[in-house]
Every structure is written in C-alpha cells, then in structure tokens.
C-alpha cells in the first residue's frame, strides 16, 4: 500500500506499508500500530495519517507482541546480511 513519511525516532523515509493482520485492508487507520523496519520503534497512526513514536508501555499485548516478534527478524536480518 502506497504511503508517504518519516519515521519520527529515525528519519528514515518510507514510501509503503503493510498490515500483518489484515491483507485486505485498504489502509492504516488512526489509532492503527506500526514499526519502523529501520530502528524497531513502535508508532502509531494520527488523525491526519502522521506517524508518531509510542512507547512499548503504551501498546496492548497483542501489538507488543507482533512487534517484538518484528523486531526479532529486523536483528536476525541484519546479522545475516553482515
Ligand atoms: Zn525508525
């Protein structure tokens, strides 16, 4: 899914999305959780579609989880390609 911005925490700038749990879906959501697959930081979609940083203490249990599962294979990634 085509999308536009920066990572708050990183900078680095991402041009897509994806949503782990829904395929279908049309697109991210205010409210909606996501990663950074640069820096691991978990964030959170805004009103107006912005990425803001949220702390791990902030997330359900759920989204913690997808997101320390994430963050796993960004490490186990980086390893490999060294
Ligand atoms: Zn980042």
Redesign the pocket.
């Known amino acids: 899914m085509g999308a536009r911005g920066q ?1 708050p ?2 900078g ?1 700038a991402y041009d897509t999305h994806t949503c782990v749990s829904d395929a279908g879906a049309k697109g991210p959501a205010p409210g909606d959780y996501s990663m ?1 697959m ?2 691991g ?1 978990a964030l959170e979609f805004g009103a107006e579609g912005q990425l803001v940083e949220i702390p791990d203490q902030a997330l359900p249990p759920d989204a913690l989880g997808m997101i320390v599962l994430a963050r796993r294979y960004l490490r186990r990634r980086r390893i490999e390609m060294n």
Do not use: I, P
Request: proline share 0%; with cysteine; net charge positive.
């Open positions: 990572c925490a990183c680095y950074c640069k820096c930081v």
